[in-house]
């Protein structure tokens, strides 16, 4: 496993994570490796680099929010970035993580992982549509690779309604900007946006105040 000098921050003896918890995403690493053959978890053409394509840039969203909130992880597949954080989350042994993933096999998978590594977080095989009035407070929603933006504020639109400090911590490829255009035309929201360690001109979007426009 190597890192480019843009990940040192994120390594073992930075502090940023304890080496149990390091551990831990070495099992989740090893666990998409497995899986990856029966189910497609990941693009096959990043399995390679999965360290720095998948969890270096998962863990780029606990490290600008290393806080015991109770998140939702929209469609998350593998784990990344939701599965990354609520791993993260043992260190605090505070904080929790609602993975929502409508497929059965991608869910199954992601309860061997919390079952291997003690993950902080829950699994809900359906689809987000139906988690409006499933939970409790929820104080953050993550996701990566899953939809456009104007897509996944149209998700998160009722969990802001119920909680106006909800905050939004989406992961964009370099297109995001086009995004960010399309989405203010319907929305109206905060916007900081964090440029990715792990690859150039992408960047997680952390959205406040999201409310519909008339």
Known sequence: MAFDSKAHGFLPDSGFVSRETWDRLRVHADLVRKW???INLISPKTLPDLWER?????LQLFRL???PLTWIDMGSGAGFPGLVTAICLTDLD???VHLVESNNKKAAFLRQVISKTGARASVHPMRMEAMHGELGDVEAISARALASLPELL????P???KNPALELWFHKGMDYPGEV??????????LIEHQSLARD???ILQISNLSKRN
């Open 54 to 58: 998948h969890v270096l840039d998962s």
């Open 181 to 190: 255009r399309s989405a203010r035309d319907l929305w109206g929201f905060d």
């Open 36 to 38: 990856q053959s029966s």
């Open 159 to 161: 969990f802001a309604s």
């Open 65 to 67: 929010r290393p806080d």
């Open 94 to 96: 505070a904080g929790w």
């Open 201 to 203: 001109g992408s960047a």
């Open 154 to 157: 149209e998700y998160a639109a």
